[in-house]
Each structure stands twice: as C-alpha cells, then as structure tokens.
C-alpha cells in the first residue's frame, strides 16, 4: 500500500525576485532545484549566495544560477556541488566521483528513512538531527578511504546508540536503489520508483514476484470500463480495506506514542503518506463510475459516498463490512500489546491486501476492466513495499518472520 508521488511534475520552476543591492536593483532568478537518492526531506542546505532551508517532501531546495549547494543532517556535512542544468543534484555529485563517498551518503541517507522504505521517498525525522547534534564532521574532508570507512564506522554507532529507528542498508542495497531512481529521473518518470533487489521478492508463504515498481495512476485519463457487479463490490471492499489500514496504523501509532512514549515510525509515514492516497484512489474509481449504495451489495459507506472527504470519515475503526470489523478488532488488539506484535500486524495487513488485490486484479483482467486493473495494481505494488519495510523493522528488533 504505497502510492507517494515523489514529483507528480518535473516543478524545477524558476521564479524572478528583485533583490536591492548597493548600486540599485537587479534581477536575480530564484530555482527549484532537487536532491534525490529517492527524493530527500529533511535535509538542511545552503547556498554560496546565502539562501539556505530543509528540502522538502519532494526534494526541493532554492539556489540561484551558478550557486555551490551544501547538503547537510545537523552538522554531518554530506558534501557540497553545483546543481545540473536541470537542477538535480544527487550524492554522486556531492561526492565528487569518490565512489567510496558516494556509497556512505548513500547508506546514510537511506538508513535514515523514517519509515524504513527509500522507495517512496527519504525523509529525514527533525528529532533525530537533534539527537546527533553532536557530530560535527563532513564525508569530504576525508579523501583517504580508510579514513571515511572510519568515520561512517563511527557515525553508525552513534546511530545505534541514540536512533533506534534507523536500518541498516548495505552498499549494494544503496547503490541500486540509488541507480533505480537516477534511471526514473533520467528517463523522465518523477514518480519514485524501486524494485524488488531491495527487500527481496514477495513475501514468506507466498509466490508473489511482482515487480514493485510504484507508479501513481490516474484514473480519470483511463478508458471507461464496464464494471460487473463483483467489480462494483470489490471497489468497495477495497476502500474499506485500505480505510482499515490507515485507522490500523494510525490507532496503533498514536497508542503507543501516549501509553509507552513510543514512535513507531512506519506507522505513521505510511499512514499518512500512502494508505490515505489509496482510499482517495478506491474513491476516484467511485466517482468516476458515479457509484452509491444503491449500487452495491455491500455495505461501502462512506467510501461509495462522493460527497464524503477523507477527513471526515470515521477513523475510530468502525466499518460497516462485518468481516472488515473483525478483522480491525484483532489487529488492533494485537497490536497495542508491543512493538514486535505491531510490527506484525503491518505484515499480516499488507499480506492480507496483496492476496485479496490479487483476487481482485485478476477479476479486473478477466472483465477488461484496464483502470480498475491499473489502480489495483498499483495498491498491490506498494503493499509490497510496506511488508518489507515492517519486516525490516522487525530484523531491526533481532525477531525473523
């Protein structure tokens, strides 16, 4: 269940401000630049001009033409360069072609995930610059190998002292997620992508080697299709579904946060970045066939109700489909009990998902239905994505699944 849109458009849009200087005005042209490995959040930079700020969700940083960018994480210095023509600036050119360098920004920038998953972004958390505010060093003082191996050595066990969130990511691991998403930007596809080489194929108990590329669609630019009526009730089910995964992690989250003052990272990141949008992508396939109640021979409310935002359903997990309820009930129960046991629950909703979209796109294929087939698709592909980053998360705990 992942759908996060890195760069829904190529937005490296420049804009013209006027800056007074001591001869007069002139004119100086501001531009959106971006930081990718997948697109990086959370990154403080600053500019040889003086502009500086943290990048935002989808990388963005602002520099003007001819500016040096120095990308940091509290004061571990990542490196310094100048953007490319299109205003991308990745840790290859930070690093300046030492390859060594390059794979340590690499490691460190996806062991710092908050939700233990590159492939739908890389967010640094705020909370985690502070707690290693203490480090003050940069990669590329160091030209010696043996002295960057030295210092990355020692920036992960600061890591595994004060971050207990964080993963380990090995060099290969880095590298091809790095090349995957430098291949997407190059080839003009801003959505992020991943592939199966980072977490594995599939899940335990399961032949399901999807390729887990993760693409955003669109429903509304799909031919119509003529819905049966199981494909009617699947859209509805799935809805409620993924409703029940937001509620899931997000319930689950907030519990522990109050009760044990713990913050379950992946809970909260694919919550609110991913199951969020796949609710709205079930409702786009409601609205775009019109559906309602009538419709349906199940219950769907408020998910078949177009005039429902997301926002205002209910998220206190009640849901109408009786199996659906049962299900939020054990989970829910199961996973306040610790967080191992929530971590488990990711899995067992993710393989839950995939097994019944794979039902469902196989309904869809038989109907030619092709949009129902695409977004369903899609949903599978991302659960593909959160099973492997809570299954990670448990590795991270010393537990196998």
């Known amino acids: 269940m992942k759908t996060k849109t890195i760069l829904t458009t190529l937005s490296i849009v420049a804009s013209t401000i006027l800056v007074g200087c001591s001869g007069g005005s002139s004119s100086t042209t501001t531009e959106t630049g971006t930081f990718i490995d997948s697109a990086v959040e959370g990154a403080q930079y600053t500019t040889s001009s003086g502009l500086n700020g943290t990048t935002d969700e989808y990388g963005h940083f602002q520099y003007h033409q001819g500016d040096t960018v120095e990308l940091r994480i509290g004061n571990l210095i990542l490196g310094e360069a100048q953007p490319q023509e299109d205003g991308l600036l990745t840790p290859q050119d930070l690093a300046d072609d030492n390859e060594t360098a390059q794979t340590?920004?690499?490691?460190?920038?996806?062991?710092?995930?908050s939700d233990n998953?590159?492939?739908?972004?890389?967010?640094?958390d705020p909370t985690f610059v502070e707690e290693l505010a203490d480090i003050n060093t940069t990669y590329m003082q160091h030209t010696n190998e043996q002295e960057l191996l030295h210092l990355h050595h020692d920036f992960a066990n600061q890591l595994d002292a004060n971050y207990d969130g964080h993963i380990d990511v090995s060099?290969?691991?880095?590298?091809?997620h790095f090349h995957n998403s430098l291949d997407a930007w190059e080839n003009g596809n801003h959505t992020q992508t991943s592939t199966s080489t980072?977490?594995?194929?599939?899940?335990?108990?399961?032949?399901?080697?999807?390729?887990?590329?993760?693409?955003?669609?669109?429903?509304?630019?799909?031919?119509?299709?003529?819905?049966?009526?199981?494909l009617k009730d699947a859209l509805a089910y799935m809805g409620n579904e993924e409703r029940l995964a937001y509620d899931v992690y997000t319930n689950l989250y907030n519990y522990h946060l109050e009760n044990s003052a713990l913050a379950i990272y992946q809970l909260q990141n694919i919550a609110s970045r991913s199951e969020k949008e796949h609710v709205l992508t079930v409702q786009s396939l409601v609205q775009k066939y019109n559906l309602t109640q009538d419709d349906l021979t199940i219950v769907s409310t408020p998910v078949a109700d177009i005039n429902t935002s997301f926002d205002s359903m209910p998220h206190g997990g009640e849901y109408g489909i009786e199996h659906i309820q049962e299900l939020y009930n054990i989970l829910y129960n199961k996973g306040i009990q610790s967080q191992k046991d929530t971590l488990e629950v990711g899995c067992m909703v993710e393989v839950t998902d995939i097994e019944d979209l794979d039902r469902y796109i196989q309904m869809a294929q038989d109907s030619n239905a092709s949009d129902v087939e695409q977004a369903f698709t899609q949903l599978r592909n991302a659960s593909y994505?959160?099973?492997w980053a809570f299954d990670q998360g448990l590795k991270n705990l010393g537990y196998e699944i």
């Open 104 to 113: 340590l920004i690499l490691q460190t920038l996806q062991s710092l995930d």
């Open 171 to 176: 060099a290969d691991v880095a590298q091809t």
């Open 385 to 387: 994505n959160h099973y």
């Open 198 to 230: 980072q977490y594995g194929n599939g899940y335990h108990g399961g032949d399901h080697n999807q390729s887990t590329q993760n693409q955003h669609v669109n429903v509304t630019t799909l031919p119509y299709s003529t819905l049966t009526q199981e």
């Open 117 to 124: 998953d590159p492939s739908n972004g890389i967010t640094i």
